[in-house]
């Protein structure tokens, strides 16, 4: 019986030698790729949903996970440490405990989904709250790694990028080629570098050949109160309902610029509001729960769509980044932002029925 057996072994040869010999993997990635009906009828497209919520600790970051620690294990790390918005930690948390590594973990006080929280907590990690953001808890973290024998896990690491650019091999080997526009959420702007990184890499005119006969146009979307590389500079003090991507100053800034500039693509921001709206949608027309920072890439999308920038026809793919699960308080809310209240029933079947619509 066949079982998929995580991104390293499955993409080996197309992964750097010092994330191969000491492999520590959950068997992440093999993620759907969901056809997502509602919002091709929408955008006049063929759009399709990549459920990276579905890996092992609930999002994309156990692709470069899994290359991250692995690398660590081969130069004999006995501890990591990473700062993060939250589902970095629980990823860096699970694959340091599989490896019998130490992991510390700086989040920024107060902002984190509590499912990420307790993932981190669950998986043994020692967690810091940082009395600052994201940008703070970075900074320090790499300071950290510097001066102590700890190594750094966020995606300024290099394995980290070459674990999450399977994502889009994965999406080329489902289609078959490569789709017209790839739409994702932009924080620290590690992911769309990745994606960016894979489709390159796996084209038929590459140094080692892919099955790809193109590449899509990389379209990113940042969070409206914290959307830097649309302004052209860091923002001091973001500010975001979707707290994963709650970043003012990226670390991957510049490559994201060259993924959206290579590819003919764009970076645009999309509100909180308009966050929210795709949010709904993706739960509740196409049945595929995501956290909120994740609907930015279908919420971008609508925003292109309205202005009139998607091409009838084309295949687009929306990479939703993280589980519904992890931040779950907003499915809770109705669209006028107030409370959803539960329809309280006694044991009777005549009542129970009446409330679910079956009898008048
Ligand atoms: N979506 C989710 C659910 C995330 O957790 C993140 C980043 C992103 C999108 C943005 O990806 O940073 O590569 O541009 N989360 C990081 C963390 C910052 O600490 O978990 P990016």
Same mark, same amino acid.
């Given at each position: 019986a066949h079982q998929w057996r995580g991104v390293i072994a499955e993409y080996a040869e197309r992964l750097p030698e010092n994330t191969r010999g000491t492999v520590v993997t959950l068997r992440e990635g093999g993620t759907p790729l969901i056809p997502a009906e509602h919002l091709s009828e929408l955008v006049g497209a063929q759009v399709h949903l990549k459920y990276e919520g579905l890996n092992p600790?609930?999002?994309?970051?156990?692709?470069?996970?899994?290359? +991250?620690?692995?690398? !660590?294990?081969? %130069? #004999?790390a006995r501890a990591v440490i990473c700062a993060s918005t939250g589902n970095t930690s629980a990823? +860096?948390?699970?694959? !340091?405990?599989? %490896? #019998?590594?130490?992991?510390?973990?700086?989040?920024?006080?107060?902002?984190?989904?509590?499912?990420?929280?307790?993932?981190a907590i669950a998986h043994g990690a020692t967690l810091l709250q940082v009395d600052g953001n994201f940008d703070d808890c970075l900074t320090l973290a790499r300071k950290l790694s510097e001066a102590y024998p700890v190594e750094l896990v966020n995606s300024v690491n290099p394995a980290r990028i070459e674990g999450q650019k399977t994502a889009?091999?994965?999406?080329?080997?489902?289609?078959?080629d490569a789709p017209d526009i790839h739409c994702l959420p932009v924080g620290n702007a590690g992911n769309i570098t990745a994606y960016w990184r894979g489709y390159r890499q796996y084209t038929s005119d590459a140094e080692q050949?892919?099955?790809?006969?193109?590449?899509?146009?990389?379209?990113?979307?940042?969070?409206?109160?914290?959307a830097p590389i649309v302004l052209g500079h860091p923002v001091d003090e973001p500010e975001t309902i979707a707290t994963a991507i709650r970043i003012g100053n990226p670390?991957?800034?510049?490559?994201?610029?060259?993924?959206?500039?290579?590819?003919?693509?764009?970076?645009?921001?999309?509100?909180?509001?308009?966050?929210?709206?795709?949010?709904?949608?993706?739960?509740?027309r196409e049945g595929v729960f995501v956290e909120p920072a994740s609907a930015a890439s279908v919420a971008g999308l609508l925003k292109a769509s309205d202005a009139g920038q998607v091409p009838g026809g084309a295949t687009i793919v929306c990479t939703v980044t993280g589980h519904g699960l992890k931040d779950p308080q907003w499915a809770l809310k109705n669209a006028d932002g107030s409370d959803v209240e539960p329809t309280r029933v006694p044991v009777d079947a005549v009542t129970a029925a009446r409330a679910l619509g079956l009898a008048e």
């Open positions: 600790t609930g999002s994309f970051k156990d692709r470069g996970m899994t290359t +991250a620690i692995s690398a !660590a294990a081969a %130069a #004999g990823s +860096a948390a699970a694959y !340091a405990t599989k %490896a #019998g590594m130490t992991c510390g973990v700086l989040v920024p006080d107060g902002k984190i989904a509590m499912g990420k929280l307790s993932q889009a091999f994965e999406v080329v080997d489902a289609l078959g050949p892919g099955p790809a006969t193109r590449r899509p146009r990389m379209w990113g979307f940042q969070a409206a109160g914290a670390a991957s800034w510049e490559f994201a610029e060259a993924a959206r500039d290579e590819s003919g693509g764009l970076i645009d921001s999309v509100t909180d509001e308009e966050i929210l709206a795709a949010h709904r949608l993706l739960s509740s």
